[in-house]
Nanobody, 126 residues
Framework: QLEPVQSGGGLAHPGGSLTLICTIP????????IGWFRQAPGKEREGVACQSALGQRTYAESVEGRFTISRHNHNNTIYLRLNNLRPEDSGTYYC????????????????????WGQGTQVTVSS
């Protein structure tokens, strides 16, 4: 199994949109929990959106209704769609997967079974 590889992100204006992509070769993604986390400079890492293998998902209150986590099991790819971006959404975003299929709540992460992407920068500025 290889490590997750992230792409996407970049610079957006307030109110704009971005899509983050995370590809994980060599696994059966359908049995994994998935998650997106972010860390702003000087702040602790926080869970943004997480989803169990069965599709149950939760979002941080600050992104509810603006961000969407999704997966394409056949392509071993997970996504985070960021809409209506705000400057406070800026930070480094990380994808993660876990062999425990039940981790629908980001507060249940991390664990020793996690695999993490390398991180991708999101900057929201006018």
């Amino acid at each position: 199994q290889l490590e997750p590889v992230q792409s996407g992100g970049g610079l957006a204006h307030p109110g704009g949109s971005l899509t983050l992509i995370c590809t994980i070769p060599g696994i059966g993604l359908h049995s994994q929990s998935i998650g997106w986390f972010r860390q702003a400079p000087g702040k602790e890492r926080e869970g943004v959106a997480c989803q169990s293998a069965l599709g149950q998902r939760t979002y941080a209150e600050s992104v509810e209704g603006r961000f969407t986590i999704s997966r394409h099991n056949h392509n071993n790819t997970i996504y985070l769609r960021l809409n209506n971006l705000r400057p406070e959404d800026s930070g480094t975003y990380y994808c993660a997967i876990d062999a425990d299929s039940r981790l629908y709540d980001c507060r249940l992460w991390p664990s020793v079974n996690d695999k993490w992407g390398q991180g991708t920068q999101v900057t929201v500025s006018s």
